[in-house]
T-cell receptor, first 112, second 113 residues
């Protein structure tokens, strides 16, 4: 089927720690992949995206590489800040009408 | 400047009532969407319109009726509200339908009592 699976949260880290949030997808073909972030009380913002295999999306120190061999799009950041505390959603496009399928979201809490 | 805006931001109402949520985008996009986020933060698409035509209609009770008077607006009307309709409803837009980034509104928090 068409789905997106994210690691369960919450993820709790100290400031400046390394972050990985795992995301895998199932699909026929190579859909565009996205990471969205939702800060408390706000809507979703695009964090980064990749539209084809081996592409690397990056923004604000976050990176994710589109790996077709492992059907994964893991989110990484070398040094997290308190301000990165939010819920992170992995998503893929499904079908011909740009429908987004979201993972369940992973809550990140960063402590000073 | 607000790109995708929604009104109201909060909506508290009684079961059985009818309510509407409005969405407007000033990005010049052709495609707009409604998503529902439940209490566990799970996000699911409900509807999408492209140039005022309905193109995505997920398995949603027919108490929910979207309307797009023009490309910049997509409203959601809900009849006979039920407790399970309590959620955050997000509007989004994209330039078109070809694997494009969607831009989300701030959400409307609906609580049905």
């Amino acid at each position: 089927g068409n789905s997106v699976t994210q690691m369960e949260g919450p993820v709790t880290l100290s400031e400046e720690a390394f972050l990985t949030i795992n995301c895998t997808y199932t699909a026929t073909g190579y859909p565009s992949l996205f990471w969205y972030v939702q800060y408390p009380g706000e809507g979703l913002q695009l964090l980064l995206k990749a539209t084809k295999a081996d592409d690397k999306g990056s923004n604000k120190g976050f990176e994710a590489t589109y790996r077709k061999e492992t059907t994964s799009f893991h989110l990484e950041k070398g040094s997290v800040q308190v301000s990165d505390s939010a819920v992170y959603f992995c998503a893929r496009v499904s079908g011909g009408y740009n429908k987004l399928i979201f993972g369940a979201g992973t809550r990140l809490a960063v402590h000073p | 400047d607000t790109a995708v805006s929604q009104t109201p931001k909060y909506l508290v109402t009684q079961m059985g009532n009818d309510k509407s949520i409005k969405c407007e985008q000033n990005l010049g996009h052709d495609t707009m969407y409604w998503y529902k986020q439940d209490s566990k933060k799970f996000l699911k698409i409900m509807f999408s319109y492209n140039n005022k035509e309905l193109i995505i209609n997920e398995t949603v009770p027919n108490r929910f009726s979207p309307k797009s008077p023009d490309k910049a607006h997509l409203n959601l009307h809900i009849n006979s509200l039920e407790l399970g309709d309590s959620a955050v409803y997000f509007c989004a837009s994209s330039p078109g339908t070809n694997k494009e980034t969607q831009y989300f509104g701030p959400g409307t928090r609906l609580l049905v009592l």
